[in-house]
């Protein structure tokens, strides 16, 4: 409840001070493999003495606003898409630079934007403001300023990297962010797994289970922080919604059988999950406030693995109907079922992009599996990596980046096997081991938390 | 002309028989480690338990199908044979797939191979009362290499005993 309260303030207080329209002249084009990533200089924001102690007393950082900038640095480089310039370069004191930067400086060591800001401690709370600076055209581009709890440092600095992402690509961030997954420990044959979740970028680790029973397929509410998944709870393996705020769970509908691979509806208020009886699944539905359950497919085939489209007409599904595992669409009501996938080998696991143009999936081919799109039409297919063992890839909110896990061939005794988490742009570049504490699969990604 | 042709023919049937023994061997060594696989469908004994004298506990599938070969319905028999006698006792049916699959399918398709063992049983006079049936998926393999015997070993359907 607090915690509910606290960010209830927090996005109260979070406002904008200095709307500022400019007319940009840097443009970063993301729907292309970015080879050249935009050189860009964070300086660290700037703090006067007086606040630097106060924070180093409650948050136990000696200087908050580097350490906020810092933050947006990863951020920025992780993207693919810029180039963070290294900070002994830096010819100008963040606080100046704030005021007014001296743009031939930054010109000079080849920066094209600019970041400054300002960190002060006001009646115990955090107030930051930030500039982005385009060096070329000697323009603010924007400025903004948020007040907050200071325990929300780390969420400033994503919030930062959101709105220069957004400013620069013209499209949404994703920095803002969760990633809900499930923790991977112990031998093979006898692992244990855990529920876990941190922020987009590794922080704040979090267990959300004890490892007591078998657990899978977290995945996301797209409105709010609740999540969906499987438990083998009494070694009934059913799907179970649990609120990560309050840690209340509680079972999916009432089913004389297995329930697995639930996903919500893109209005959070549906679970799509399958249910398996007599050797045939099936897909079915449940209204989470009437409880109404509905059933969707009716095939003596497996059909799961469905998802949403984003707006909420069209279900997509993976189905060994045909005699092997494929990707069909289908009406939201289960009516007009079509096959999607017609290329060489299995498909399975779509995931329909947030931007609802594409459908990401898993194919397994000649002993490989691969990441890859499609349109939802089928047209298009567009393999993004190959692997020896990966699958179950996960939209980030603004449908540009794809978080999956892969996992590694044992040799002849068994030995060596690891599942870990890796992202990859939509453009096949970029690709990057998310690091984790522990091993780690089925990642599902949250939407933008200030949403 | 012609003897550089013939030269070159002997030259390349040689060549021919170079390749086709050093296949031979290979064969060879292929059949040795994969005495215990039939098709793609796992024959040896290592891992299998027993539920009593002469009753073993589990069967195998090939890859992607839960169609029963001819010992996993011989297996079958003598486990309702054996749930005949002991009338008390109840049985789980836990299904398996291997690593070569995506995790939801997988579970799909355990529940499918436990289902058709579960189906063989009832035929055989086994009340589905006292059959229930768990899947895992390729959560709990028991071998854990990445090699076609290994992935064999773990396409299975054990019964377990409930009570």
Redesign the interface.
Known sequence: MKDMIKKFYFFLVCFLIIPIKTFALIEVDITRGNLNPLPLAVSPLSINDKSKKSFEKILNKKNIGSEISIIVENNLRTSGLFNPLSKDAFLQAPDIANLKPRFEDWNLIKAQALITGKVTYVDEKLRVEFRLWDILAGKEMMALAFTTVPENWRRVGHIISDKVYERLTGEKGYFDTRIIYVSEEGPKTQRVKKLAIMDQDGANNKFLTLGNELVLTPRFNPTSQMVTYLSYFKNLPRVYLLDIETGTQEVVGDFPGMTFAPRFSPNGKKIIMSFAKDGKSDIYTMDLENRIVERITNHPSIDTSPTYSPDGKYISFNSDRSGYQQIYVMQSDGSDVKRISFGNGIYGTPVWSPRGDLIAFTKLHKGKFYIGVMRADGSGERLLTENYYQEAPSWSPNGRVLIFYRETKTDAKGKGFSAKLWSIDLTGYNERLVETPTDASDPSWSSLLGN | MIPSKIFKNTFLILAACLVLTACATKKDVATDIQGQMQGDTYTGTDTVKYLADGVPDRVFFAT?E?ILTTASRETLRSQAAWLRKNSSINVVLEGHAD???????N???G??RA??AK?YLMTYGISSDRIS???YGK?????????PL?WSKNRRSVTVKAN
């Open positions: 992607n839960s690593e070569r699959g995506t995790r939801e399918y579970l799909a398709l529940e499918r289902n058709s189906d049936v768990l899947s959560e709990r393999p028991v071998d854990a290499g990445s090699n290994a």
